[in-house]
């Protein structure tokens, strides 16, 4: 619930910082120029790639996270299992 809440408010400020710097600008880029474009434009779009680059970045490393967890997961409750067993052939 907070990182919704943190997401939306930085959504805000980035959206505020752009709409208030809305002059016509031209991108150069190393292979040429885009024609002359709002500078709000510039960095909302330069915004939404980072987002992407950022979650097709980050989304393998999750995963392979997840997996760990769960494979973790069931060592703890096979080892758990084991514990329980052999308190009870202990009695």
Known sequence: ???LIFALFIAI???AFASLNST???VNYIFGSAPTVSLALVILLSVLLGV??????GTPQYFKNMRKIRELEGK????QGETI???EEKR
């Open 1 to 3: 619930m907070w990182s």
């Open 13 to 15: 400020l980035i959206a």
């Open 24 to 26: 016509l600008v031209s």
């Open 52 to 57: 992407i680059l950022a979650t097709l970045f």
């Open 76 to 79: 703890a409750k096979s080892s």
């Open 85 to 87: 067993n052999y308190e």
